[in-house]
């Protein structure tokens, strides 16, 4: 049978709220019995139950992380850095390789069945109107280019090289963003 929250306190000799507060690390407890609690709840195994907590908080804590593509760098090193500072805080991220795919994402966005508490999205799909509407609390990640005049580079720049050729350069390169979306 699991160890409750009602043994560990018999066995510490406090009080439920004692040994919730000392699970939760709330303050307002001696030093002396947060680590009688912990000794108590380390002897006899105990582990919090994610479903009661979940009924009581009203919380998972579980939150979504779409990216379009793991396999680019960008994209593992974000999912690195959230997974790590997620874990500082206590919190579990259910990555989701959406591949840019709209509907992907507003899946995503939708809660996907539930057990999130919110998403972080580096939507290729959807935008900004899309996750004002969304189930629960989210988070786009990435550039987000507002109304804009749409530029046909490869004319711009011959144009450029050009004039910098007729007014004397001989070199000249040309640095730009990798073409592929997200990138």
Same mark, same amino acid.
């Given at each position: /049978?699991?160890?409750? /929250?009602?043994? &560990? ?9 004692? =040994?919730?507060? &000392?699970?939760?690390? +709330? ?19 105990? +582990? ?13 804590? &579980? ?12 994209? *593992?090193?974000? *999912?690195?850095?959230?997974?790590? +500072? *997620? ?31 919110? &998403? ?5 799909? =959807? ?49 730009? *963003? ?6």
């Amino acid at each position: /049978m699991a160890v409750t /929250m009602q043994d &560990v306190a018999a066995a510490a000799g406090v009080s439920v709220k004692t =040994v919730s507060r &000392v699970v939760n690390d +709330q303050p307002h407890i001696s030093p002396d019995k947060r680590e009688r609690v912990l000794a108590v709840i380390a002897d006899l195994g105990y +582990q919090l139950n994610p479903a009661a907590r979940t009924l009581r908080t009203g919380r998972s804590g &579980v939150i979504g992380l779409g990216l379009p593509d793991l396999r680019e760098p960008y994209y *593992a090193e974000l *999912a690195h850095a959230v997974l790590e +500072q *997620a874990g500082r805080r206590g919190l579990t991220v259910l990555v989701d390789p959406t591949g840019g795919d709209r509907e992907r994402e507003l899946a995503l966005l939708g809660g996907r069945g539930g057990g999130l508490d919110g &998403v972080l999205l580096y939507a290729l799909g =959807v935008g900004a109107d899309d996750a004002a509407g969304a189930a629960l609390p989210a988070v786009l990640l990435g550039e987000r280019v507002g109304a804009s005049a749409p530029v046909d580079v490869d004319p711009a720049v011959a144009a450029a090289v050009a004039h910098l050729v007729e007014i004397g350069r001989r070199r000249v390169a040309v640095l730009g *963003a990798d073409p592929r979306p997200g990138s």
